[in-house]
């Protein structure tokens, strides 16, 4: 039986606290809420009304804001925290951990600072602390954490190296409403769900300055091929870009009005300062930090990223959304 601590209290923790409640009842389930006080109110309500509300959690859901308790006995630890915050509580967990338990990521980011995923964050601070290599596994595809939680009929894919670890990623996860292929490339599972949220953020600019179908569309698929390039040039399948953590999640998040990052994108092609959008979300937009740590991995490895190169002129250099549109327009002509 796993003793399972999900580290992430925000809506798609919440939601993968549910799906495995109700998948394996029997299994230890433990929530790791950051929030001191919103921890307190989920476990006497039973519901966390600030990220996921009307959802009740079950009994076998144990909440907790002590991540020493959350992960001490832990065989398997799923990480649904913020990009940012990642190295901070991976690295409090490991030290708390009683022996070094298997990792699943389900955080869709890039580190900023060193740009790395988040398998590589969660490798690098078990090899400065502990003498075995974790096993890690990433967690990605098209998935709101509403629609999960209510139970719609989802796909999504679980990536490692280490093909046992997937099939038990498969295994625990996966139930009737909700389906877990698997995958050894790791690399292009989370590069995909990293970088779709950039392009999340371009369509819903699109949406916020009026435009149709027609420009989603080529924006969508513009954005894929970009996305590819970097993902493949950083050692990702090209298949894996094709599947439910690329051309899957992207669709998603780019046409979904439950998607942040099209919201925030939305709010600036009305003209609304992103600093003001921010002030207004509870929730992580995790495209705007990737979109400058993408642009530095496109830059190293000499790769062309239109799209994203004016979505970092957008979000970090107070480029007007409609000028951004322009110059993806006005580029010089070439093949497809």
């Known amino acids: 039986m796993e003793q399972i601590a999900i580290l992430g209290g925000g809506s798609w923790g919440t939601a993968l606290a549910l799906l495995l409640a109700r998948h394996r009842p029997g299994e230890c389930i433990r929530l790791w809420v950051h929030d001191g006080a ?34 001490a006995d832990a065989t398997l630890v799923v990480g649904v925290m913020p990009s940012a915050h990642a190295r901070e509580v991976y690295t409090a967990a490991i030290e708390a951990a ?27 601070v078990a090899a400065a602390r502990r003498a075995e290599k974790p096993r890690v596994a990433a967690l990605s595809g098209p998935s709101f954490a509403q629609e999960t939680a ?17 099939r038990t990623v498969q295994e625990l996860f996966s139930g009737p409403s909700f389906r877990v292929y698997t995958s050894d490339d790791i ?29 989603l569309a080529a924006l969508v698929t513009r954005g894929a091929a ?3 390039r970097l993902a493949c040039a950083l050692g990702a399948l090209p298949r894996t870009l094709a599947g439910l953590s690329g051309i899957g999640d992207l669709v998603l998040t780019a046409t979904g009005p439950l998607s942040r990052n099209r919201t925030v994108g939305i709010e600036l092609g009305r003209g609304r300062p992103l600093v003001e959008i921010l002030q207004s979300m509870r929730m992580v937009a995790e495209g705007i930090g990737t979109t400058a740590a993408a642009l530095q991995l496109a830059r190293r490895s000499g790769i062309e990223m239109p799209i994203t190169e004016q979505m970092y ?9 409609r000028d951004a549109i322009r110059e993806l327009m006005q580029r010089k002509l070439k093949e497809e």
């Open 38 to 71: 919103l921890g307190r109110s989920m476990q006497e309500s039973r519901v966390n009304d600030v990220y996921l509300p009307g959802f009740e959690l079950p009994p076998a859901i144990a909440i907790t804001s002590d991540l020493r308790a959350a992960v």
């Open 98 to 124: 009683e022996q070094l338990p298997a990792f699943v990521s389900a955080t869709k980011g890039i580190e900023i600072s060193r740009l790395a995923r988040m398998s590589q964050v969660i490798e690098e």
């Open 150 to 166: 209510r139970g719609d009929p989802i796909a999504v894919v679980a990536a490692s190296r280490d093909r046992e670890l997937a």
């Open 187 to 215: 690399v292009g599972v989370e590069l995909g769900g990293a970088v779709k949220n950039i392009i999340a953020i371009a369509a819903g600019i699109c949406v916020g300055l009026g435009f149709g179908h027609s420009t």
């Open 226 to 228: 970009e996305m590819g």
């Open 313 to 321: 002129a957008v979000l970090y250099e107070n480029r007007p959304p």
